[in-house]
């Protein structure tokens, strides 16, 4: 799975508590996930991938399943698989580490966001 050039991008896609192999392929803008049907690309109207996004999949909605996102970079946005963009940060902006992407008020773009539901 994968080739060179690929970013690996693991993650719990289907929700059975496993951590999936799947890596990300900038080129193409596609999502390659063991054991999936399907492979990604670009869906969701070509937000999901494209050769310049940086690739941050994550639990966004805390159902315990690994979200497609991504981060593009030109204009700051976070497109996440199922949600509406968000456009938070600025264009040249980098996302945090995965680890940080779970702290109470969600860190984006190295900057903190309101946590959704507290406000603060």
Excluded: C, M, N
């Excluded at 070509?46 to 050769?51: A, F, K, N, T, W």
């Excluded at 996004?53 to 976070?78: H, K």
């Amino acid at each position: 799975l994968g080739t060179s050039g690929d970013v690996p991008v693991p993650g719990d896609y289907d929700g059975d508590g496993d951590t999936d192999r799947a890596v990300y392929r900038p080129s193409v803008g596609a999502w390659y996930i063991e054991g999936a049907p399907t492979i990604y690309h670009g869906t969701e109207g070509d937000r999901i991938g494209r050769s310049t996004d940086v690739p941050v999949p994550g639990d966004y909605d805390a159902d315990r399943v690994t979200e497609r996102g991504i981060f593009r970079p030109a204009v700051g946005g976070w497109y996440v698989e199922g949600t509406d963009p968000v456009h938070l940060g600025a264009a040249g902006d980098v996302p945090p580490a995965p680890a940080q992407r779970h702290l109470p008020g969600v860190l984006l773009s190295g900057r903190i966001a309101p946590h959704p539901e507290r406000g603060k």
